[in-house]
């Protein structure tokens, strides 16, 4: 007796399709929705005016935005540390977006040679602000480009190899590097002395978060309703 592959097909089909209707559309999924990276962007402050908490660093970049204003120059580099998600990045986004320069992202691990940092500093325009995540994971041979770049916005390039190799010393735009790290005790010494300013994140307050739900809420549409 032949087999009816057809009809087999169907049945399969019929039983794909009855599991599908059966499971429920999650509101919550792991899985990433097209409008996620939009209502990201929209939910993002974009000034210090907008960003809800951290007073006291956002009095101290206030100041120092304004007198880099003044003295027309880049910011003094920045590093920000605590905790993961307190708002590092924003915070960078936020910065860059104040001194009307452009952001430069990258992290600690991306930076794998000395190249890829050469590449870095010399793509950099005047002012622009370069954001380095995880900065705590830096070799130690890509920190000591960054000494002389962070201080005299000059870099040393190696030509050549062996005894017959010779340095060059090169200007760079004056930019700001701003750091993050979850790590601060893990930074090096010389590495951190050359950052102007070292500010800590803290947990947010009850009624800050309080604001950043209604605000988000605000943004999306969401109609709040208290029982």
Do not use: C
Request: proline content about 5%; aromatic content about 6%; glycine content about 6%.
């Amino acid at each position: 007796m032949g087999i009816n592959t057809s009809f087999i097909t169907q049945y399969l089909m019929a039983i794909k399709s009855t599991k599908t209707d059966s499971v429920p559309e999650r509101i919550i999924t792991p899985s990433e929705r097209e409008t996620d990276a939009t209502h990201e962007n929209i939910l993002r402050p974009k000034t210090l005016d907008e960003y809800i908490g951290q007073e006291p660093i956002k009095k101290h970049l206030r100041i120092a935005i304004e007198s880099a204003r003044i003295r027309k120059a880049p910011l003094e580099h920045i590093l920000l540390y605590g905790p993961p998600g307190l708002g590092k990045t924003t915070l960078s986004a936020i910065i860059a977006s104040e001194m009307n320069s452009h952001l430069k992202h990258t992290s600690g691990p991306a930076i794998e040679k000395q190249s890829d940092i050469v590449s870095l500093l010399t793509s950099l325009e005047e002012g622009d602000v370069l954001f380095i995540d995880e900065i705590h994971r830096l070799k130690p041979q890509i920190e000591e480009i960054l000494y002389s770049a962070m201080e005299d916005f000059t870099i040393d390039i190696m030509i050549g190899s062996g005894t017959g190799a010779t340095s060059i010393k090169m200007d760079i735009p004056k930019f700001t590097l701003i750091g993050a790290t979850t790590k601060l005790s893990k930074i090096t010494g010389p590495l951190r002395d050359r950052f102007g300013n070292v500010l800590k994140l803290d947990f947010y307050e009850l009624i800050d978060l309080e604001t950043i739900v209604s605000r988000s809420f605000g943004l999306l549409g969401v109609v709040v309703t208290t029982p």
